[in-house]
C-alpha cells in the first residue's frame, strides 16, 4: 500500500512559478512510475507529467506544459516534484500525484494505482 501526500500548491500570479511536492510512503517508492494529474473545474482529470521508476530517466509531458515544467523524484526522500514555471491562468487546477504499480510511467489516469488527496493551483491574470 502506499499513501501520497501533495504539498506546494497556493495561489501565483501568471508567470510565476511554483513547485509542488509529493511525499510518498513505502519502501517500495523507487520502483514505482510517478504522475502528475490535474482536474480544473467542469474539465475531466488530465495527464501532466510522468517519470519513470528507479533511476527516473524517462519523464513525459503534456504538450499543453512541455518547456515549463519539470517533474523530478529523490529516492532518498521518497519525494516526487512537479516544478511550474511561467504559469498560466489555464494551469489553474486541483493536481494530484499517482503511484503506479510498475516501473514504465503510463500518461493514462486509469493506469495508476494510488492517488493522493490533491492540491489546489491558482493562477491570476
Known amino acids: 500500500q502506499v499513501q501520497l501526500v501533495e504539498s506546494g500548491g497556493g495561489l501565483v500570479q501568471a508567470g510565476g512559478s511554483l513547485r509542488l511536492s509529493c511525499a510518498a510512503s513505502?519502501?517500495?517508492?523507487?520502483?514505482?512510475?510517478m504522475g502528475w494529474f490535474r482536474q480544473a473545474p467542469g474539465k475531466e482529470r488530465e495527464f501532466v507529467a510522468a517519470i519513470r521508476g528507479w533511476s527516473g530517466d524517462s519523464t513525459y509531458y503534456a504538450d499543453s506544459v512541455k518547456g515549463r515544467f519539470t517533474i523530478s523524484r529523490d529516492g532518498a526522500k521518497n519525494t516526487v516534484y512537479l516544478q511550474m514555471n511561467s504559469l498560466k491562468p489555464e494551469d489553474t487546477a486541483v493536481y494530484y500525484c499517482?503511484?503506479?504499480?510498475?516501473?514504465?510511467?503510463?500518461?493514462?489516469?486509469?493506469?495508476?494505482?494510488?492517488w493522493g488527496q490533491g492540491t489546489q493551483v491558482t493562477v491570476s491574470s
Open positions: 499517482a503511484a503506479r504499480s510498475s516501473v514504465g510511467a503510463r500518461t493514462t489516469a486509469a493506469e495508476y494505482d494510488y
Open positions: 513505502g519502501r517500495t517508492f523507487s520502483r514505482y512510475a
